[in-house]
């Protein structure tokens, strides 16, 4: 096991309730996964879905982020809901409404062609789509990610 990284400097927003957390990673819309290869990081949007302790994801067969994922399997990542901008005052005394999601995983690429026809249905649904029956040609133009998390901690700003 991990080294526990999670060191949250504002304790008071700290979202600890695992439920709470799992419900920002059921709600966002889109998913932003932490790269590193060789002291040069990559960030990149996805859409996803998460799963009882698994976030899933899909992409293009190549490119730079399979290239990444394929030498270096640990990953970051991060969701966030609800952001707002409350101006009052100058702008040093504005603040940043939201909820977020960040925690640490090792990515595993999923290779089983029922198993990916069902995670691409599970993010088919994320975003409010109907399960529809994939073919194996359909599932076999993609890239199927599953990153098993390792921690994650959420955050609220301000705290509800």
């Excluded at 504002?10 to 966002?28: N, V």
């Excluded at 293009?60 to 990953?75: E, H, S």
């Excluded at 005394?93 to 595993?108: D, K």
């Excluded at 089983?112 to 133009?141: C, W």
């Amino acid at each position: 096991m991990r080294k526990d990284l999670r060191s949250m400097r504002r304790k008071d927003r700290e979202i600890t309730d695992p439920k709470a957390i799992e419900e920002i990673l059921q709600k966002a819309q889109i998913l932003r996964i932490a790269l590193s290869l060789a002291d040069q990081p990559y960030l990149v949007p996805v859409c996803f879905a998460y799963q009882l302790g698994h976030l899933y994801f899909h992409s293009a067969i190549v490119g730079m982020k399979m290239d990444y994922l394929q030498q270096n399997p640990r990953v970051c990542f991060e969701a966030e809901l609800e952001t707002k901008i409350v101006a009052k005052g100058t702008p040093c005394e504005w603040e940043m409404h939201y909820a977020s999601v960040i925690g640490f995983g090792t990515s595993h690429l999923i290779k089983d062609m029922e198993e990916k026809k069902n995670v691409l249905n599970l993010i088919s649904r994320h975003y409010g789509a109907p399960s529809i029956e994939f073919t194996d040609q359909e599932a076999g133009t993609v890239s199927i990610v599953r990153i098993d998390i390792d921690q994650m901690t959420g955050k609220q700003c301000p705290n509800n």
